[in-house]
C-alpha cells in the first residue's frame, strides 16, 4: 500500500480544482466520540457536525471548518441539525491509481483510500479520500 506522507497537491501536476455540489444530513455531537467512514476513523468533538451524504456516506467535521464549507437549506438555521449545502469552495484533488494511505489532518487519524479513488486536500495539512463513484457523483472540475 502506497503510504502518502507530507503531500502538497499544490505541488502536484496531477492535481486539480474541484468543487462540491451536495446537499447533505447534518446532527452536531452533543459529545465526543468516533465514527469509522469508508476511508478509516473519524474521531470528533462536542459541536463537531456528523454528516451524512447523498450516497449514505458518514464523517465528521470539525465545528470550525464546517461553517465556511456549508450553508443551512430553508427551514435549517445554521447550528441546528438539518440539512445543508456545499458552499462552492474549491479544493484540489488527485485521483491515486493504487491502495493508499494518508493522514487525516496533521497528526490525526490515518485513512485509506482503494486504487481509483481520489485524495482531497482541503487545506496545508487537511485532507480527505471520496471514492470514484461518490467523486464523479458529486465533484465539478473547475475550468
Known amino acids: 500500500m502506497l503510504e502518502l506522507r507530507q503531500i502538497d497537491l499544490a505541488t502536484d501536476p496531477l492535481a486539480a480544482r474541484y ?84 493522514e487525516r489532518s496533521a497528526g490525526g487519524d490515518r485513512l485509506s483510500g482503494k486504487a481509483g479513488d481520489w485524495l482531497l486536500q482541503y487545506g496545508p495539512g487537511d485532507y480527505g479520500v471520496a471514492g470514484q463513484e461518490r467523486f464523479a457523483q458529486i465533484y465539478r472540475k473547475l475550468a
Open 19 to 102: 468543487v462540491k455540489e451536495e446537499t447533505v444530513s447534518v446532527e452536531f455531537a452533543r459529545e465526543p466520540g468516533e465514527l469509522i467512514s469508508l476511508e478509516g476513523p473519524n474521531r470528533y468533538h462536542a459541536g463537531d457536525a456528523i454528516i451524512t451524504g447523498i450516497t449514505g456516506t458518514r464523517w465528521s467535521v470539525a465545528r470550525e471548518r464546517f461553517e465556511p464549507k456549508y450553508e443551512a437549506v430553508a427551514p435549517t438555521r445554521m447550528g441546528e441539525d438539518g440539512r445543508y449545502a456545499a458552499r462552492p469552495v474549491p479544493v484540489l484533488a488527485r485521483q491515486i491509481h493504487e491502495a493508499f494511505s494518508a
